[in-house]
């Protein structure tokens, strides 16, 4: 193994489980031939809650709530694919963070 494949390595495995599976994510949407954008929801342990990717211009059967839809973006899919009251609480009070592997954009 080289340097920059060990330096990659130890990189990779300092980070969060749920940042690596987001883009384990992207890179399957992006194969697919969709926008490489990755997400997953965790409690506030840090279980796994649900994890999608963006679907938003694939055709016939997937895994996302919204597919073929242009609310299937990663993150959507990801809360719709979770219960709400996996995610949901009342006051602001933190039950679940999400990972994505690129940040939404505004314009």
């Known amino acids: 193994m080289s340097r920059e494949e060990r330096d990659f390595d130890t990189a990779w495995h300092a980070v969060p489980e ?15 031939g969709g926008l490489a954008v990755g997400a997953v ?7 796994t809650l649900a994890a999608s990717r963006n679907e938003a211009y694939e055709e016939g059967p997937g895994t996302g709530p919204l597919r073929g839809t242009p609310l299937a973006h990663a993150e959507m899919n990801a809360l719709g ?5 996996d995610w949901l609480r009342p006051h602001g009070a933190r039950l679940a963070e999400l990972a994505a592997a690129r940040e939404p954009r505004t314009r």
């Open 81 to 85: 694919a979770a219960s709400p009251q």
């Open 18 to 32: 749920p940042v690596r599976g987001a883009l384990a994510l992207a890179y399957e949407a992006l194969a697919a």
């Open 41 to 47: 929801l965790t409690d506030a342990g840090g279980r």
